[in-house]
């Protein structure tokens, strides 16, 4: 008995470089494009990596404030501590229905905080030059708070309601680390205040 079966698509295709493969005008030019648009990226990439072993930056040198803030941040991790990933920040959102942005320059500002079984909401205020925050801790179960920032860490008692007040925090990046009574440690992502 004869089958006819219907032919496999690219079945009748000759592999690159057998005998009889296609090298027809144009092949040659465009396996050596290829070759060159490889090598550019190669290039490319050893130019990035040579910025990058120089620790220079195309725009300048990083402040030494910044390098130390930097240092002191990654001083301070826990490996032992959940993230708490920053979900809404009322910082540049203006409320509906008010012409002048301008007049909130001194208002607080309102940031949540999200992780794995708890939240943290916050009130940042402005004192002179330091800042004032006022928080909750939910579910209302967390036994203390510490503010970290490139100054120094400050621990604040959280009442049995879950909130919490920290003044004369200083300006610039700042992470809490929330300790919860029979659960790894929470900690909130850097952010500048």
Do not use: K
């Amino acid at each position: 008995m004869i089958h006819d079966d219907p032919p496999t698509p690219g079945a009748d295709r000759t592999p690159p470089g057998a005998p009889g493969a296609h090298t027809g005008p144009g092949v040659p030019e465009a396996l050596a494009a290829a070759d060159d648009h490889a090598a550019a990226d190669d290039d490319a990439d050893e130019a990035f990596m040579a910025i990058l072993r120089a620790q220079t930056s195309p725009v300048g040198a990083m402040p030494t404030a910044v390098r130390r803030a930097a240092r002191a941040a990654f001083a301070m991790r826990r490996d032992d501590t959940v993230f708490a990933d920053l979900r809404d920040d009322s910082l540049g959102t203006t409320p509906v229905g008010l012409r002048d942005a301008g007049t909130l320059a001194d208002a607080p500002r309102y940031v949540r905080f999200e992780g794995p079984g708890v939240a943290v909401s916050m009130e940042i205020t402005l004192v002179d030059d330091d800042r004032d925050l006022v928080g909750r801790v939910a579910p209302a179960r967390a036994l203390a708070v510490e503010v970290r920032s490139p100054h120094g860490t400050s621990h604040h008692d959280v009442d049995p309601d879950g909130a919490f007040l920290a003044r004369g925090v200083p300006r610039g990046p700042v992470s809490l680390l929330v300790h919860l009574p029979e659960a790894p440690p929470a900690t909130t992502r850097w952010l500048t205040i």
